[in-house]
Each structure stands twice: as structure tokens, then as C-alpha cells.
């Protein structure tokens, strides 16, 4: 069901967090997790694992072993492209649960991967002290998959600025995003809400008939 669902990702990302405060003392330290009845077992329990019905459950954790996470820098292509595409299914989760906020946290990270330019964010000393392998190119797949998690990236920055009711920041994600794909409907339709939130009506016709140009059925824009 729905609470079963959601008690799995919220569990999920409550390991993670009690995996990540171990890390700051070592390996073999402890967690303890506490996992609410509601999104558990609920109030009918677990016969087979003789959990009775609007029982909290603990787990302890032990931590095993860890790989420590690389720094953006440190990263080819081909890494970065695998971490965008994690914090975009992070990302996901956290708009689906109206956690706006948090959701345009993820999204921002897309873009600030797999943007060009400087890409540096380590600490100088670790760049000092150790040698930087030599990062592998991206080939055309790679290109082209990073084009597209850099649209969804700004795409869904925009949804977000929109949820939390700032319409400056939407346009500005929707002019990133249709530098890379000018017809891309969703962002042109989303610099029209923009617009609007900002009360500039007439812009907002005008980004809603670039939207018709395209697709001259879109009914969101007809309708707009």
C-alpha cells in the first residue's frame, strides 16, 4: 500500500543518513534506526517475524564498509554522469512527496555536475598532496545522455522555483534549459507561469504562443 511504499524510501534514506554519520568515526561503529509503526507493519504486525501489530522497530547498523564519495573534480565524465542520474531519481522522490525544497536541492546538483567550465570542488591540499588520474572523455552516448539530464536538471528546477512561489528563479532555470533545447514545450510553457507569477501578463501570453508555434494543440497553452 501507499504507507508501505513510502515507510521503504523513508527507511531508505534513514539508513543512509545513520551510513553517513558512521563514517565520521570509522569502520565498525554503530547506528541505531527507529522505524515508526505507520511505516512498519502498521497496526496488523508481522506474524511470521513475531512483530506485533503498532510496533516501532530498531535496527542496529554496523558499519562494514565504505568507499569514500569523490570529489567533483576527481570525477570523468562517465561518473558524473551516474551521479546525476542518481540525485535526479533522489531528486524525483522528493518533489513526488512535496518536498520542494529538497527537490531542487538534487536538481541543482545535476546542473552543477555536468555544467562545462571549472569543475574544481575539493580541497587544495587534496589536489596537492595526490596525483589527479587523467579523466576519461566522454564519447557521443555520453554527451548526449549528459545533454539530457542537464535539460531534466534545469527543466525541473523550474517546477520547483514554481512550487515555492519564485518566479525569478523559474525563468532563469527555463533559459538554461532552452539554450540547450529552444522547442523543449515544458519549459516554454513553465517561462509562461513564470511570467504570470510575476504578474507580467503580456510576457506570458507571448511565451504561451511560443508554445503554440510549436505545438499548435498543446491545450495548457490554449487554455493558459
Not at 180 to 195: T, V
Request: include cysteine.
Amino acid at each position: 500500500g501507499i504507507n508501505a511504499e513510502y515507510g521503504k524510501q523513508w527507511y531508505q534514506r534513514r539508513v543512509r543518513e545513520a551510513v553517513v554519520s558512521t563514517q565520521s568515526t570509522g569502520k565498525g561503529e554503530t547506528a541505531k534506526v527507529t522505524v515508526k509503526s505507520l511505516y512498519a507493519y502498521g497496526n496488523v504486525g508481522n506474524a511470521d517475524l513475531a512483530v506485533p501489530g503498532a510496533a516501532d522497530l530498531t535496527y542496529l547498523l554496523t558499519l562494514e564498509t565504505f568507499e569514500q564519495a569523490k570529489y567533483k573534480y576527481e570525477m570523468d565524465g562517465a561518473e558524473k554522469i551516474k551521479f546525476a542520474e542518481q540525485v535526479k531519481e533522489m531528486g524525483t522522490q522528493y518533489f513526488k512527496e512535496g518536498k520542494y525544497d529538497l527537490a531542487l536541492k538534487k536538481y541543482k546538483l545535476i546542473t552543477d555536475y555536468l555544467e562545462e567550465g571549472d569543475d574544481f570542488d575539493g580541497d587544495e591540499s587534496d589536489s596537492d598532496s595526490e596525483e589527479v588520474k587523467e579523466k576519461k572523455p566522454m564519447d557521443k552516448a555520453d554527451e548526449d545522455r549528459a545533454k539530457v539530464l542537464l535539460l531534466a536538471g534545469f527543466s525541473n528546477q523550474a517546477i520547483c522555483h514554481l512550487k515555492l512561489g519564485d518566479g525569478n528563479a523559474a525563468l532563469k532555470a527555463c533559459k538554461d534549459a532552452l539554450q540547450l533545447d529552444p522547442n523543449n514545450i515544458k519549459c516554454l510553457f513553465r517561462k509562461g507561469q513564470a511570467a504570470e507569477m510575476s504578474q507580467e501578463w503580456e510576457e506570458a501570453i507571448n511565451h504561451y504562443k511560443a508554445v503554440l508555434v510549436v505545438d499548435n494543440k498543446n491545450a495548457a497553452a490554449i487554455n493558459a
